[in-house]
């Protein structure tokens, strides 16, 4: 069945990720939501498409994103997958790169590495029939052995570095007074760089837990193994569609290939793994250790926590208490919870909000004046990552009961570890030591941290419809 009709007449379109200059059609928009064909994260199997209009509720209703022209907006894909998730014939999907991977995993010249981000561990047992929010990641190291790769590493180790970039970011911003997001959610960043580019400057620009993971294993992996560039295929699965996008923006040249959850379950299943039947493994010891800090980047609120835990220990220099985030739901923002945090030296006001409908009213009032908060972490998905558009499909019903039992997972597993705080992560202080000097550092600034753009010139183009 024939999905998108053409009405109208060619015309250039500019892509947003690569820059590349196609002339296309211009399509009447049908009920489903509009997807470029060089969009980077996901596509329409249009034969399955029954054009029941359900997934551009959910971009408009669930993500923010307006199809009303109106209000002088097009809508422009921030790649969050949520469509995915909520297609009720399975008809959108994410791009598919796992295949790429089993050719790299049979090409002998080429060593293989494979970091797996939090919340892909409380997530694949799902593809297996295990319960939902099962922690698997021991079993899951043995299964990505067994499938070919060859070094197994840990995206929680990136996410420390983050948490010590970003913590120290806060830290040395204190004193402007001037509100900070968190900026590891690349669905939210490049919201902000289309819609509300003036407030880019708020970002904190540390990398994302996976582009800090590429970056070291561009440089510090590279150099302990003494292993050329060219020989290596750094690979990374992550609840996350977006994530396909980010790492194909320039500036963050980390990771070659970004799989999603479901899709590595694609690959074990091709691989004839299965990984109910495994025992457990550990994760390589380079880039392999993550703290209980670490864990908590998979769930809404565990960023926040996460780099105010170590911004008060680099301000005490003492660990902090373990009441120090008591989050509660806001009396002046819808959906936003609120916390005054005392960090010693300073007190904090800080936000945690997820979903851009509910962040686009503090961001409106951040445009005309300034907002009542030090520090907001901000995440696209319901719950944060562990409702990923890349995690595994389920019962349209249950999808949010799924996420919290993904969201608590993660909370158990990370408040059992013994090292609870990214500073106390002994792989992390040997980066520090033996690479980068200290949080901040100029050679940290070099690898670690990013930029932004405005990139609201593509508001107004018209959207590629054409599958
Ligand atoms: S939700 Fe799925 S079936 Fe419905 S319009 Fe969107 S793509 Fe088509
Ligand atoms: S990926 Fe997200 S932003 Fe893009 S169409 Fe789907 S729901 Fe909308
Ligand atoms: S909340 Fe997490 S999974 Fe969702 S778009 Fe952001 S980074 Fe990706």
Same mark, same amino acid.
């Given at each position: ?11 250039? $379109? ?382 349209? $019903? ?13 909370? !158990? ?31 940290? $600034? $070099? ?13 107004? !183009? ?6």
């Amino acid at each position: 069945m024939a999905f998108a009709r053409i009405v109208g007449k060619k015309m250039k $379109k500019k892509c947003s990720v690569c820059q590349g200059v196609a002339t296309v059609s211009k399509l009447e928009l049908t009920k489903a939501v509009l997807l470029a064909p060089d969009n980077p994260a996901i596509e329409r199997v249009t034969e399955k498409c029954i054009n029941c209009g359900h997934c551009k509720t959910i971009c408009e209703q669930l993500v923010g994103i307006s199809y009303d022209d109106k209000q002088a907006r097009e809508a422009i894909c921030i790649h969050c997958g949520q469509c995915i998730l909520n297609c009720p014939v399975g008809a959108l999907i994410p791009k598919y790169h796992y295949k790429k991977v089993l050719d790299y995993l049979h090409d002998t010249t080429k060593i293989v590495t494979i970091s797996i981000a939090p919340a892909v561990k409380v997530a694949l047992g799902d593809a297996f029939q295990m319960a939902p929010g099962t922690f698997v990641e021991g079993k899951m190291i043995t299964a990505l052995r067994k499938a070919g790769f060859d070094y197994v590493f840990d995206v929680s180790f990136g996410a420390d570095m983050t948490i010590m970039e970003e913590a120290n970011e806060l830290v040395t911003r204190l004193d402007q007074k001037k509100t900070m997001f968190t900026s590891c959610c690349p669905a939210w960043v490049e919201y902000l760089e289309i819609y509300h580019p003036k407030l880019c400057s708020h970002l904190a620009t540390t990398k994302s837990p996976i582009s800090i993971q590429g970056a070291l294993l561009n440089s510090y992996f590279l150099d302990m193994y003494n292993i050329k560039r060219e020989d290596v295929i750094h690979v990374v699965v992550v609840p996350c569609t977006a994530k396909k996008y980010e790492i194909k923006r320039p500036e963050l040249d980390g990771m070659d290939i970004a799989i999603t959850t479901s899709e590595l379950a694609m690959l074990l299943k091709e691989s004839n793994v299965d990984l109910t039947t495994l025992a457990t493994s550990q994760f390589d010891s380079l880039l392999g250790h993550g703290s209980g800090a670490g864990i908590l980047f998979g769930g809404s609120g565990g960023v926040m926590e996460a780099v105010l835990r170590s911004a008060y220990y680099f301000l005490n220099q003492q660990d902090p208490p373990e009441t120090l985030l008591n989050l509660q739901p806001s009396s002046t923002y819808a959906n936003v919870k609120e916390a005054t945090v005392d960090l010693g030296q300073k007190n904090l006001q800080v936000a945690v909000v997820y979903g851009m409908p509910n962040v686009e009213p503090l961001l409106q009032q951040l445009e005309q004046e300034s907002l009542p908060y030090d520090f907001i972490e901000v995440m696209n998905c319901p719950l944060g990552c562990v409702g990923g558009g890349g995690q595994p499909l389920g019962s349209l $019903k249950e999808q949010m009961i799924v996420n919290e039992k993904r969201r608590d997972g993660l909370q !158990e597993i990370g408040q059992s570890m013994t090292i609870r705080n990214s500073y106390e992560n002994s792989m992390v202080k040997d980066v520090y030591r033996s690479y980068l000097g200290y949080p901040g550092s100029l050679k940290a $600034k $070099k690898l670690l941290h990013t930029h932004y753009e405005d990139k609201s010139s593509i508001l107004g !183009e018209v959207p590629l419809n054409i599958n």
